[in-house]
């Protein structure tokens, strides 16, 4: 359990650190906002993972898992198209929006996969919950690939949705 705690841990780092520097890349406004509301998310990722491994090292049992506050998701992203950009930079964003899908879907399969390896039900449901987490940034990332598909006309066929 530590093991795959600490390695978590690194992946949200890693995350925040990945969100904190494209956001300056990106050349649509709104995946610039994306990119920080999902680089906060990593950040409070983290720090949810540390508090957790304190505790646990302190001899505590794992029973519950706070709630992620998607409100902010909700109000700012919900139904909200890309806002219109010049195909050449929509090209530059959906390289990087791709790395960012990439990035999130190996998250979830990482802690579906411990989830899966997992005896303990408090702690395989405290696993499940982190990649349903993930799992929501690839939708916010997703949506945002697709609207850039959709206006430009793109016919990729390799993206897996």
Do not use: C
Request: proline fraction near 1%; charged fraction near 35%.
């Amino acid at each position: 359990m530590y093991d795959v705690l600490r390695l978590a841990e690194q992946f949200e780092i890693d995350g925040f650190k990945f969100y904190t520097s494209k956001k300056n890349e990106v050349r649509n406004k709104a995946v610039a906002e994306i990119f920080d509301y999902l680089a906060q998310m990593e950040k409070e990722h983290t720090e949810f993972i540390r508090r957790l491994i304190k505790s646990l090292n302190e001899g505590a049992q794992v029973d519950s898992l706070p709630e992620q506050d998607t409100k902010y998701y909700k109000s700012r992203y919900e139904g909200q198209k890309i806002s219109e950009a010049s195909a050449e930079d929509d090209m530059a964003d959906l390289s990087i929006l791709r790395m960012a899908y990439l990035i999130e879907k190996d998250f979830m399969e990482f802690y579906e996969k411990a989830a899966n390896n997992e005896k303990d039900e408090r702690v395989k449901k405290l696993l499940l919950a982190l990649r349903d987490w993930e799992e929501g940034h690839k939708k916010i990332i997703e949506d945002q690939i697709k609207a850039i598909i959709e206006r430009n006309n793109l016919e990729l066929g390799f993206y897996p949705f």
